[in-house]
T-cell receptor, first 111, second 112 residues
Framework: SQQGEEDPQALSIQEGENATMNCSYKTSINNLQWYRQNSGRGLVHLILIRSNEREKHSGRLRVTLDTSKKSSSLLITASRAADTASYFCATLSGGTDKLIFGTGTRLQVFP | EAQVTQNPRYLITVTGKKLTVTCSQNMNHEYMSWYRQDPGLGLRQIYYSMNVEVTDKGDVPEGYKVSRKEKRNFPLILESPSPNQTSLYFC???????????FGEGSRLTVL
């Protein structure tokens, strides 16, 4: 079952621009996490936001969570070519032990 | 160095030939999980384990088996692989189901 759905599916920007990716989910959650995947490699954890938090920052990353709209956004500021990767949201539903991933947003940052 | 190690990284096999993909973590994590990644479908959970001798089905467990006899190891077993199990497989571990997942580098399996 697909819990998180990212939007857009693909995003192309120039270096220095900001990149915004969105994630929508269906059921109540305990937390929401964002991961990054370089082509064909293992996923790397970026940031976790709990259901009682509305915003969180980590370096050039800013994550927001709106539980009333069941959505989250990941903002990467001042993007770099090295940010080129796929980004996934993952949600942990209340009452379960399963972390469910979305289908991801492919970000391409051109130098 | 904290890591999750999967083997083999690449494998081509034929239908029906049993195979095992090993997964080992050195972080003393209690939670371990297997995922498969297919184009357009994202990551789907196959099986997970909350601790030694405790395993449970994920969303796509059919055709797979797992075991958790030791805390560090969580092998994925394909008793009779079929072409629809051709995929990229990831093992991951965490201190618990709510925490940050650490992923292996992936195992690309092709079943002919």
């Amino acid at each position: 079952s697909q819990q998180g759905e990212e939007d857009p599916q693909a995003l192309s920007i120039q270096e220095g621009e900001n990149a915004t990716m969105n994630c929508s989910y269906k059921t109540s959650i305990n937390n929401l996490q964002w991961y990054r995947q370089n082509s064909g490699r293992g996923l790397v954890h970026l940031i976790l936001i709990r259901s009682n938090e509305r915003e969180k920052h980590s370096g050039r990353l800013r994550v927001t969570l709106d539980t009333s709209k069941k959505s989250s956004s990941l903002l990467i500021t001042a993007s770099r070519a090295a940010d080129t990767a796929s980004y996934f949201c993952a949600t942990l539903s209340g009452g379960t032990d399963k972390l469910i991933f979305g289908t991801g947003t492919r970000l391409q940052v051109f130098p | 160095e904290a890591q999750v190690t999967q083997n083999p990284r690449y494998l081509i096999t034929v239908t029906g030939k049993k195979l095992t993909v090993t997964c080992s973590q050195n972080m003393n994590h209690e939670y371990m999980s297997w995922y498969r990644q297919d184009p357009g479908l994202g990551l789907r959970q196959i099986y997970y384990s909350m601790n030694v001798e405790v395993t449970d089905k994920g969303d796509v467990p059919e055709g797979y088996k797992v075991s958790r006899k030791e805390k560090r190891n969580f092998p994925l077993i394909l008793e009779s692989p079929s072409p629809n199990q051709t995929s990229l497989y990831f093992c991951a571990s965490s201190i618990g189901p709510t925490g940050e997942l650490f992923f292996g580098e992936g195992s690309r399996l092709t079943v002919l």
